[in-house]
């Protein structure tokens, strides 16, 4: 059984940053090429970076030169490194795994900016 869990949210000034972690087990985390979402409320999911198996990364737009994403394949976790944060970062962010033809997301860990 996929199961991620996501860690290190919380309250953050403008322009601070913070780092979110993502556990990963029940798979061979190595091979499969992993996702950072976040949603907003009353906003939609959007896909924030992915980093492939191979270790190329792709951002949106919105967060490129400020976020990255990386992976430990020997601790099977995720990381989202967040610098320059700014209020519209503000959201629950999740992780996200395509394992055998099935979505997995964790629960996600709450991200807020504000002074």
């Known amino acids: 059984q996929v199961r991620l869990v996501e860690s290190g949210g919380g309250l953050v000034q403008p322009g601070g940053s913070l780092r979110v972690s993502c556990a990963a087990s029940g798979m061979n985390f190595r091979l499969f090429p992993m996702d950072w979402f976040r949603q907003a409320p009353g906003k939609q999911r959007e896909l924030v970076a992915r980093i492939e198996s191979s270790g190329i990364t792709t951002y949106t737009d919105s967060v490129k030169d400020r976020f990255t994403i990386s992976r430990d394949n020997v601790w099977n976790t995720l990381h989202l490194q967040m610098n320059s944060l700014k209020p519209e970062d503000t959201a629950l962010y999740s992780c996200?795994?395509?394992?055998?033809?099935?979505?997995?997301w964790g629960r996600g860990t709450q991200v807020t900016v504000s002074s």
């Open positions: 996200h795994v395509k394992y055998r033809e099935r979505d997995y």
